[in-house]
């Protein structure tokens, strides 16, 4: 159980394109999502954080109009990077919470994006 | 953002020897995770620790939380090849650890020679 899937897992595109990533609970529903960004050999860095239905809560220094998060529904939320540059290549992870007791996050397995 | 400060970075043994890493803060953290990422994989969570003190074994893997909340370890006891990736210990600030923000380390790079 607690499956979290992200999609797509790779993708290469040209700089000026706008890249969705989404991230489905597969066997729950997720109250809460978090979207991390990792470069090479570094830790992971929350982005920001959606509630169903609200406004995602961004990290300082992230700039939520380069990076729109909807979480429309308890089983999805996307994040949109906009006009994507080379300087956005990361891998993008999300986590999935049901809010339950004990429960704690799942992550997805990631998506690879590269920006020519 | 904030991170945690996890050591060794990097660890090299040999197959069938313990290993111990730790994470600390200058932050209190009610909760302490420790996770294992492979390459091109999210982070999988091995133990879940919820109370200062707190002691608990998953395998071959052992975890504390400190008494202090500023700092937990993992021990991996009687390594194996598949034990290979990156070890991240991260922290819950806020008191619901399913649903407040994690705060991860900088990780530990495990690599095991048979």
Known sequence: ?116 | GQQLNQSPQSMFIQEGEDVSMNCTSSSIFNTWLWYKQDPGEGPVLLIALYKAGELTSNGRLTAQFGITRKDSFLNISASIPSDVGIYFCAGVGGLSYNTDKLIFGTGTRLQVFP
């Not at chain 1, 929350?46 to 300082?60: D, I, P, V, W």
């Open chain 1, 1 to 116: 159980g607690a499956v979290v899937s992200q999609h797509p897992s790779w993708v290469i595109c040209k700089s000026g394109t706008s890249v969705k990533i989404e991230c489905r609970s597969l066997d729950f529903q997720a109250t809460t999502m978090f979207w991390y960004r990792q470069f090479p050999k570094q830790s992971l860095m929350l982005m920001a954080t959606s509630n169903e239905g609200s406004k995602a809560t961004y990290e300082q220094g992230v700039e939520k109009d380069k990076f729109l998060i909807n979480h429309a529904s308890l089983t999805l939320s996307t994040l949109t990077v906009t006009s994507a540059h080379p300087e956005d290549s990361s891998f993008y992870i999300c986590s999935a919470a049901s809010g339950r007791t004990n429960q704690p996050q799942h992550f997805g397995d990631g998506t690879r994006l590269s920006i020519l």
